[in-house]
C-alpha cells in the first residue's frame, strides 16, 4: 500500500483547509481520501488514529488532537441523542432481567481514567470504542472493589470475583454516562531528568514541559450494575459486592493521580420498579438457563479435562431441583475412569451429591 507522505489535510478541489497548512495524516491515500471530514469521526478514532502530524518541525499536534476529541464528543451528542438512552435502557434491563443492582455513580472530583492505555500521544484516555463516550470499564469497578476485599477471607473474595478455576458470581458492567463531558487539563513534571536516571540528583536547571491529557469534570453523572452471573447467586452476595466497591471509592478512588485529588466518586443505589409477579417468572426462566448450561458442560467434558472436575461439582451443587442435580452427577461420573472416580467421590459424598 503506497503512503502519501507530503499529502495535506485538503478537500476534493485541492484546497487547504484553513488552519491545517502544515496538518498530515499518515495514512494511505485511500484513507485519506474517505476521511476527509476528521473532525466528525468517533472520538475514540481521533485520540488513537486520526492524529495529525506536523511534518515540518516533526512533531504530533497533541493539544489539538485533544481539543478535537472534545469537539467531536459534543457533536457526538447533538447528532446521536439516542444513543445515551439506549445505553441506559440496556443496563436497565439487564438488571431486571437478572435481578441485579443499579448502580448512580457522581464523581466528586475531577477523573483520569486510562491515562496509560496506548496512544501515540503521551497519554492515553478510556474512550468506548463503538460508541465514542467516555466510560468506566467494568474492569476497572471489579479490580477496585478487590482491592478492598480482606486477603483473609478467600472464600468470599473467590466466591464474589473468582479464581483461576471459576468465575465469580458477581458480574460488574461497564458504567457509562448520562451526559458525556470531557475537559482539557494540564501536569508539568519537574525534574525529568532525575525522574529518568540520567541525573543522580535533582537540578533546578531543568526545562519542564507540560504535558495536556483528558479528564471527566467533577459533577459526571455516570450509571452501571451489578448483576449475578447465575440464578442462584444469594443476594448477600451482591450485597457485599456493592459494599466493597462503595468502601474502595471512599477510600482508594478510582483511575490515575487519586493522591492529587483525581479519581473520587461516589456511588448508590438506584431502586428500580419492577412489576409484582415478574421476578418469580424471570427465575425459573433463569434457573431452567442454568440448568442447561452446566449440562452441555458436562456433555462437552472429556477425561483429559480433569482439572476442571471441581468447577463442574460447584455448578452442579448450585441446581435447585434434586432430581437434575442427580442427573448431571450420573452423567459426570460416566465419562470418568475408574482411578477418577475414586478420587471425587468423597468430594460428591461430602455436598450430598451422592450416598
Known sequence: MRYNSAYKNKNKSGRKKEGHANYHYPFPIPIQLINENINDSNPFDILGTYIPVDFSKPEIKKKETYIKVIDALEKLKKTNNDLLTYLKNKINILIKE????FLHFRTKSRLALGLSSPSPLEVGFCIHPIYGIPYIPATSLKGTALR?????????????????????DVIFLDAFPDNPKLELDIMTPHYQKWYSGSNPTPDEDDNPIPINFLVIPEGADFYGGLIPRHFNVKEETLNKAFQLLKE??????????????????????????????????????LEENYYQEVKREIENFQQKDFGLIDSLINKIEKINRNES???????????????????????????????
Open 98 to 101: 437478572y435481578n441485579g443492582i
Open 248 to 285: 474502595a471509592l471512599d477510600d482508594l478512588g478510582l483511575g490515575a493521580k487519586t493522591s492529587s485529588g483525581y479519581g473520587w466518586i461516589e456511588v448508590s443505589i438506584e431502586e428500580l420498579k419492577k412489576p409484582s409477579g415478574e421476578k418469580k417468572e424471570k427465575s425459573s426462566s
Open 325 to 355: 442435580r442427580e442427573e448431571m452427577v450420573k452423567i459426570l461420573i460416566g465419562k470418568l475412569n475408574k482411578d477418577q472416580r475414586k478420587k471425587i467421590e468423597n468430594k460428591l459424598r461430602a455436598k450430598g451429591l451422592i450416598k
Open 148 to 168: 478492598k476485599c480482606p486477603k483473609e477471607e478467600k472464600e468470599e473474595k473467590e466466591t464474589i470475583f473468582g479464581c483461576q478455576e471459576r468465575a465469580g
